[in-house]
Each structure stands twice: as structure tokens, then as C-alpha cells.
């Protein structure tokens, strides 16, 4: 049980921390498969005369669903762009029925794309949503696009959804993460040791609400029609949402002026001392959980491609770039390769054990 544990935290921390992303364009990329027949079950559910698909391409990105696909279907004479996924039982956070209940709360709040169809056995149908491209400048030059963002994680914290209670939470994952990384990286241990103290003074303090927990740039959609959505529920679970917002705040680079005008439109109110204390404690978190995930996932893939995946010395990490460097020129982590990621790991490291 403890090993099918530990497989499940790979997938979902492969997903949170995505090194590479891939699309294969294949007309024929799931025909004669299991994905096919759901995908028929599912169409016919939204459908009720299932259209048929005209073209299909596949989208990769990490390991946590057996599969993610972009098709086109033809409905009444026009084509629509629509996300078929199929969802695996192997996770830990929540289940496959309480992420469609999350998947179906969200839309009906214009949180996430428009559900089609879901069943448990099949997978979910949505709308394919054509974001504009995020990064750090795409929301620092815009007081609208900080504010907008923020309101709608307050939607999202208030939903009135039930989940099973778990005994893990999010400041657990690291640690046991650290437990499985093959061989001895420099920063790993000093920074679990700082995360155990601050959940051994804190815990008491933290909230219990829905949160994202995995709001990285790649689960951020963005239109002008619909502003910000959320996708990948996978993770979702009650926690304290500071780790949300920190989460952003981190991966954005937010400058204070921009934590200030984000965190005041997400409480309506200048936050206080305390709220700050918080915040910048779930920052140091979030560096934490990110830096150990992207090592991890660094090394699995140098491992899957037969790399070296030899971790930095203690004069390589002195040397790496502040956070900021890299929040400024990279807007997401599928653009990666196992080298930078390892590198970014060690960056989100060093920032957290210099706060």
C-alpha cells in the first residue's frame, strides 16, 4: 500500500511540476483503443447522436491521466474544439468523483471550462479554451488582470464542496518525496528540516478550505470572453488557501506592489499583519514543495532518458541565479529541459532558506 503511496505522489508531483510538453498530431491517435469507446459513451451522452471526431491530437503532459486529447467534432455543420480526459483512480488528494464534483461546481461559476459530459468510467468532456499565453509581464502590466485573478480564487475558496478528510496535506508531500529521490541533494534535508518547524508551530493557525493546491501557469487559462479559469483538479483538497495565492505570487514573481494590489482585491481589504505573516510563510512553503518537486522530476526524467543526473555541487548551486531571474524569463515549466529544471529546484531552494 506504502509503494502504491509513493507511485501516486510521483504522478500528481510529475503533473505539478511538468518538465516537458508534447503534442502528438495523429489523426488516428486513439482509434482502436480503450480511450475510443469512452470517448464514444461520452460524446453519445452530450450528443445524444454522437458527432464524429474529424481529427484528434493528443497532448502529454506528465503522468498523472492515462490520457488528454484535443478533438474536433462536428456538430450541426460546425466544427468544435473540444478537451476529452480520461482520469486515473491513482491519486491521493482526492477522488475521480470528487474532482467532477469540483470540475462541475467551477463551471457553473465560470471558474473552468463548460463540461459536456463525465462519468467516472469514462472521463470528462469540456470545451477546449484558446488562452492568451501567461507570464509574469502578461499580469504585472495589468492592475485589472492582478485583480480579476484574485476574485476569482475567492469564488473558488468558497464553494460548498465535500471531500473525504485526509490526513496528508500538502506540507507533507516533500518530505516523503525526499524519501524516494535517489541519492543525497544538496538543500533537500535543511529545507525539510524548515518545513517541519514551521507546520510544528503554525499548524494550529492553518484554514481549512477548497483549494487549487497546483496553480501553476500551465492550469491558468485566460480569455478576454471569460477572464481566468482554472484546470487540472487533480490536487485539489482542503488546505489553507495562502498556499494558493502564495503559489502564484511565487511563479509570477510578484514585486510587493503586486502582492499588495492582489492580496487587498482577494480579502477586499488592505491585509493585515497577520495575513501578511501568513502569506510570506506560504511562500516559503510553496518554495519548498516546488523546489524538492522539480529535483525529483528533474531526475526521473534523466532517469527515463537514460541521463546523468549527477546533482549540483555546493559551489554549482552558489552559483545559480536568484528566483527572479528565472521568473522573469520563463513563463512556464514545460519549456524545460532536465538540466534547467533541476537548476530551478535548487533556485526555489535557496530563495526559501534565505527568507
Known amino acids: 500500500m506504502f509503494k502504491n503511496f509513493l507511485y501516486i505522489l510521483c504522478c500528481f508531483v510529475c503533473l505539478a511540476f511538468n518538465a516537458t510538453y508534447a503534442m502528438e498530431q495523429d489523426e488516428n491517435v486513439i482509434q482502436n483503443s480503450i480511450h475510443a469507446k469512452q470517448l464514444d459513451v461520452l460524446l453519445e451522452k452530450a450528443f445524444n447522436s454522437p458527432p464524429k471526431y474529424t481529427f484528434i491530437e493528443k497532448i502529454t503532459r506528465g503522468v498523472s491521466s492515462p490520457g488528454i486529447y484535443k478533438i474536433l467534432v462536428n456538430i450541426d455543420g460546425s466544427n468544435k474544439k473540444l478537451i476529452f480526459k480520461v482520469l486515473s483512480e491513482k491519486r491521493a488528494m482526492n477522488t475521480c468523483k470528487e474532482e467532477f464534483s469540483i470540475m462541475k461546481e467551477t463551471a457553473k461559476v465560470g ?88 507546520k510544528e508551530k503554525n499548524i494550529d493557525k492553518f484554514e481549512s478550505k477548497l483549494i487549487h493546491s497546483d496553480l501553476n501557469l500551465n492550469n491558468i487559462l485566460y480569455t478576454k470572453e471569460t477572464g481566468f479559469l482554472f484546470v487540472d483538479f487533480e490536487l485539489a483538497h482542503f488546505g489553507d488557501p495562502s498556499f494558493d495565492l502564495a503559489t502564484i505570487s511565487n511563479y509570477l514573481g510578484l514585486e510587493s506592489e503586486h502582492e499588495q494590489t492582489f492580496l487587498t482585491a482577494y480579502y477586499n481589504d488592505i491585509p493585515d499583519k497577520e495575513r501578511m505573516a501568513k502569506f510570506e510563510l506560504f511562500k516559503k512553503v510553496h518554495m519548498i514543495y516546488a523546489g524538492i518537486g522539480c529535483i525529483y522530476a528533474a531526475q526521473k526524467i534523466a532517469i527515463e532518458n537514460k541521463l546523468c543526473h549527477n546533482f549540483l555541487s555546493e559551489k554549482e548551486i552558489t552559483e545559480i541565479p536568484p528566483l527572479k531571474d528565472y521568473q522573469k524569463s520563463l513563463g512556464n515549466l514545460f519549456t524545460f529541459d532536465f538540466k534547467n529544471l533541476q537548476t530551478y529546484g535548487y533556485a526555489f531552494l535557496w530563495e526559501a532558506l534565505k527568507k
Do not use: Y
Open 111 to 198: 471558474l473552468s471550462p463548460h463540461i459536456w459530459a463525465q462519468d467516472s468510467e469514462n472521463g470528462v468532456l469540456m470545451d477546449f479554451i484558446f488562452s492568451e499565453e501567461l507570464d509574469s509581464r502578461f499580469v504585472k502590466n495589468s492592475d485589472f488582470h492582478i485583480r480579476d485573478l484574485a476574485k476569482k480564487l475567492v469564488l473558488l475558496h468558497k464553494l460548498p464542496i465535500v471531500l473525504e478528510k485526509k490526513e496528508m496535506s500538502i506540507l507533507d508531500i516533500p518530505g516523503i518525496l525526499l524519501t524516494i529521490i535517489k541519492g543525497n541533494p544538496l538543500l533537500c534535508e535543511e529545507a525539510i528540516k524548515v518545513l517541519n518547524k514551521i
